[in-house]
Structures are given as C-alpha cells and as structure tokens.
C-alpha cells in the first residue's frame, strides 16, 4: 500500500459541470448534493451543472468547490477506507481537509464556507479589493516588493505561495495595477491582474476573523483521523483548538503550500487530489511525487489503483 497525502483545492478550481460525472454516476454524490441544498437554500444542481454567473462569486464558489471536493472523497473512501499521512488543503481547501479527516461535517463545512464567502465579500466591499499572479519572481524579490510598497502608502502584500516563481499579491486593485510595471522590471514573466473581487489572505480581511472565529466553534469536532498542515504555519495539527486559532488567521496571513509540500513530501509516496487538478499542476514544480486527481468515475478509478 502507497503512503498518500490527501490535498484539496481552492477558489480557482471552479468550473461549470463539475461534480456532474459524480452524479450521474453515484446515489450516494446525488444525496449529498440534495442534502447541501437543503441545507442552505441553494440550488447546488443549477449552481454546479447549468450556465450561470454565481459560480464566480465567493460565497457561491466556496461551498461549490468543498462539495465536490467531499463527494470526492467520499466516493473513494466507501472504495477504499485508507487513512492518509496527512492532508493539506489550498486556502478553500483546508476546509475541505477538515471534513475528510473527520473534524467537520460536509453539511456543517458547506454552510461554514458559504459564511466565510459573505464575510470576505462584506470585508473587502468599497476597498476596490483584487488579486494579482505573479510568474517568474521568487519569494524574497516579492516580499520586498510588497514591502517597500506599503512604506510607500500602497496595500499590497505577497498573499499565496503557490510554486517556485508563482506567487499571488493581494490587496487594493489600485496598488496592484501600479505595481505591475515594477513587477516586471524586477523580472516577473507576467504580471496579471485576476477577475476578482476580494483580496484574500491580507489585512484587508480582518473585519472577518473574528464573526469566523465563533462559527468555527459551533461547527468543529475534535475527531481527527489524520493531521492537517495549516497554511498559516505549514505545521501539522490535530485539534479543535488549534484549527479555531489558526482557520481565521489564514484569512489575513498568506497560504504557505509550496512550503507545506516541500516541507512534508518525503512523507508520502503520492499525492491525491480530490475534485480538482490544480494543486496537481503546483505540485509538479515543487515535487517529483505524482498527484491523482479525482474529478470524476474514471480518474477515481485511477487514484484507486495507484494507492493500492
């Protein structure tokens, strides 16, 4: 039997028709599917399957993405119950981490990050909030940057790290735009400003650490069949009280993934991903462990057989 690192995507990942092999394929993907909706009042089949606008929009794209993300799992776990060394989820992710090892019901984990959606959106409202992907830079040429910028009176911090030479900025839209110049006279292959209207994983989202906080109480239970790496500190934890302290500061520290798979890929043989390919793509430029993904009846197939 393969040692495996469980991993989960994040905001990104989300795609029209995703999850829908799942369901045309399994009772078990379809009742999950109902039981969300439910839940929350959203309609997860129109929201997943059909031509809409609400899929781009955070507090929509948030439990989308953990949903299938959970049925995901799901379905390989009914197949194949295999306790992982670890799991690491990107941002969004480490949500979805929380309810494969056991701290957090699906139901629970689909309401929770619809609320994390709203209070991100209601955080970065009137700041002209946005994101910005750096290719070709390393980590310390951003961090100064960034911090030479913000002496300068811009908000802009160094917000996902994500690769070697791939790097997320974050902060007010303004500020990004005006930097693109010296990104690239720093040597950034590109400097891309993203379709989006929060800026995640900054300062600018302190006004949802704490309403955050308090769901993280009600909704967490201290059941963790495997250790989850925090992207705060890309360390390991096991506990309720560790996942309370560190979940909110991910909203205003950046997403330490690179460091958590070079840090920890020794550990494991392979790496699987589940409902999404993306991390499978970072991965590639960090590690030479495979990653599975699984995404639909066909690459669950695959993930199976090469764990086994």
Known sequence: MQKAAFIFPGQGSQAIGMGKDFYDNSEIAKEMIDNASDATGIDFKALLFEENDKLEQTEYTQPAILLVSAIAHKLFEN?????????????LGEFST?????????????KLVHQRGKLMKE????????????????DETVEKLTEEARKEGKEVWAANYNSNGQIVAAGKKADLAAMESVFKEAGAKRALLLNMSVASHCPLLQSAVEPLKASLQESLQDSFIAPVVSNVT???YNTKAQAIALLPEQLIKPVLYKHSIEKFADDVDLFIEFGGNVLKGLNRRTTKKPTHPVTDMASLEAAIEAII
């Open 123 to 138: 955080a970065c409202e009137g700041k002209d909030a946005g994101m910005m992907a750096l290719i070709g830079l390393d």
């Open 234 to 236: 890309a360390e390991k």
């Open 98 to 110: 929380l309810v494969s090892v056991g701290a957090l019901d699906y139901v629970d984990g689909v």
């Open 79 to 91: 197949s194949e119950n295999i306790k992982p060394q670890f799991a690491l989820g990107h941002s």
